[in-house]
């Protein structure tokens, strides 16, 4: 599950963060085959976002669910899409959109990222090399798009499937789409490998590794990427347990982050990536 950040309904964006267990009990109630559904409230809020990445082992399968959205007035037609892949050894990926703003040197960018996001994150674990085909549909605008995927090995190939916003600043969505894939590789490679963590230790090293693959494949790290919201009253334990995590992911780099902008060859931007190394060691460690 990752942030949805929103500068104008920010207590509706937390609403949209599913936890990962969160998810799971939504599955439960309704039945084995049954849909994660976002109340139309918050697809319709602006610029909202949220994200959640499931897996399920049945002998020798592995079974992955993932669900993303991103809110806005229009429901965006996925008719006519364009698509644009890349690969970096075993991994690969696909950039899908409709929007002729959307250019295919764009998305041949964009690729890269959710590529570099992704191999940051696995480095870490790299014995964990099911094969997989990262996919990431850019939504333009105030459109909204949800998508749900469901995807298996070892008969198939892992297909995670997130939605991002193409937003006129290329920084900020390079930002976003690098924090996308690096925290729901996160969720991923935890389940894949069945290692056993609270969904708080599991949350922070999300957040945490959103932030360390910004700051190792674009060479920056942008506060505003740091901001967290506060939760909603009523919301499940899950969802506060993750709205928490990011808000001591936030606190823990707060004062290290002191400028608008880090950069990783600066005495910060060491300071950073020695943290994660550490967290990001100790988290892979066998059970
Ligand atoms: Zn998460």
Request: glycine letters at 6%.
């Amino acid at each position: 599950m990752r942030a949805c950040r929103s500068n104008i309904v920010r207590t509706l964006a937390y609403l949209a963060r599913f936890g990962a267990r969160g998810v799971l009990l939504v599955l439960m109630a309704v039945g084995p085959v049954a849909c994660v559904s976002v109340p139309q409230s918050l697809l319709v809020a602006s610029d909202a976002e949220g994200a959640a990445t499931q897996v399920w082992h049945f002998g020798g399968f592995a079974i992955v669910r993932t669900d993303s959205f991103v809110s806005g007035k229009v429901e965006e037609n996925w008719e006519h899409t364009a698509h644009q892949n890349c690969a970096d050894g075993p991994v690969r990926a696909q950039v899908s959109w409709v929007d002729s703003r959307i250019s295919r040197e764009d998305a041949t960018e964009a690729c890269k990222w959710v590529i570099s996001a992704v191999q940051y994150t696995y480095s870490y674990s790299p014995e964990t090399v099911p094969l997989r085909e990262y996919r990431l549909d850019l939504v333009t605008g105030d459109k909204r798009h949800k998508t749900s995927r469901w995807s298996w090995t070892p008969l198939g190939t892992l297909q995670p499937r997130y939605v991002a916003r193409w937003r006129p600043e290329e920084s900020r969505t390079r930002a976003d789409i690098v924090d996308l894939f690096a925290h729901e590789s996160i969720h991923l490679l935890t389940r894949l490998r069945t290692l056993r963590k609270t969904i708080e230790t599991e949350e922070q090293t999300a957040y945490l590794t959103g932030a360390c693959a910004q700051l190792q494949t674009t060479g920056t790290l942008d506060k505003r990427q740091l901001r967290r919201a506060a939760l909603v009253e009523n919301a499940s334990s899950e969802l506060h347990a993750s709205s928490a995590a990011g808000m001591r992911v936030s606190e823990m780099l707060g004062p290290i982050v002191s400028d608008d902008l880090v950069y990783l060859n600066s005495q910060n931007g060491r300071q950073i990536t020695h943290l994660c190394t550490q967290s990001l060691t100790a988290y892979f460690k066998p059970n």
